[in-house]
Antibody, heavy 127, light 108 residues
Framework: EVQLVESGGGLVQPGGSLRLSCVASTFTFSNDNMNWVRQAPGKGLEWISYISSSGSTMYYADSVKGRFTISRDSAKNSLFLQMNSLRAEDTAVYYC????????????????????WGRGTLVTVSS | EIVMAQSPATLSVSPGERATLSCRASHSVNNDVAWYQQKPGQAPRLLIYGASTRATGTPARFSGSGSGTEFTLTISSLQSEDFAVYYCQQYKTWPPLTFGGGTKVEIK
């Protein structure tokens, strides 16, 4: 069973920075595409960033582009989100989530939907 | 960006009854739609992908249908553990990956 555990959330002032981490308990992390998804209090889900298994491809939502940076350290089974220039509207629970994947007969496929999620870490941006 | 619109926002259903949730895409997404269930204080859980394929562990009372721009999640006979918020997500055209606003299924 894959487990994802986020950390690093907390209270930060507008304009400040925070770095989130997500540690995965899975032997396949180096083969997994990973994402960050957030949820503002009482609101819906918002995808914010993706990183490929190799770390060579990253995508961002427009709402965070230029301010957030996704990265990974597959040797440590870890995913990161560096968040700079934080705004009040960035207040949310931040989830790491794994792309759906399936292997059969030695061939693996993945899709950009999320089969495993962490429990989330709360980021509050307020003065 | 493909916008996903869910309706209704809230659905009041009695246990044992059927629930039908709708999701509409602003442009065709073929059948690249997933459905998630989220209970209070928990992370979302994948229920359906490919519009109609149940994810591992999803009970058979959950079924998905649709293609193009119109999608439906049906819960055939609501159990107490099914009262939750449900989200659809498209993964045909991205970035960005986009979710609907959610449908809350509550006890009538």
């Amino acid at each position: 069973e894959v487990q994802l555990v986020e950390s690093g959330g907390g209270l930060v002032q507008p304009g400040g920075s925070l770095r989130l981490s997500c540690v995965a308990s899975t032997f396949t992390f180096s083969n997994d595409n990973m994402n960050w998804v957030r949820q503002a209090p009482g609101k819906g889900l918002e995808w914010i960033s993706y990183i490929s298994s190799s770390g060579s491809t990253m995508y961002y939502a427009d709402s965070v582009k230029g301010r957030f940076t996704i990265s990974r350290d597959s040797a440590k089974n870890s995913l990161f989100l560096q968040m700079n220039s934080l705004r009040a509207e960035d207040t949310a629970v931040y989830y790491c989530a794994r792309d759906w994947g399936s292997c059969s007969g030695g061939s693996c496929a993945s899709l950009p939907l999320f089969d495993y999620w962490g429990r989330g870490t709360l980021v509050t941006v307020s003065s | 960006e493909i916008v996903m619109a869910q309706s209704p926002a809230t659905l009041s259903v009695s246990p044992g009854e059927r629930a039908t949730l709708s999701c509409r895409a602003s442009h065709s997404v073929n059948n690249d739609v997933a459905w998630y269930q989220q209970k209070p204080g928990q992370a979302p859980r994948l229920l359906i992908y490919g519009a109609s394929t149940r994810a591992t562990g999803t009970p058979a009372r959950f079924s998905g249908s649709g293609s193009g721009t119109e999608f439906t999640l049906t819960i055939s006979s609501l159990q107490s553990e099914d009262f939750a918020v449900y989200y659809c997500q498209q993964y045909k055209t991205w970035p960005p990956l986009t979710f609907g606003g959610g449908t809350k299924v509550e006890i009538k």
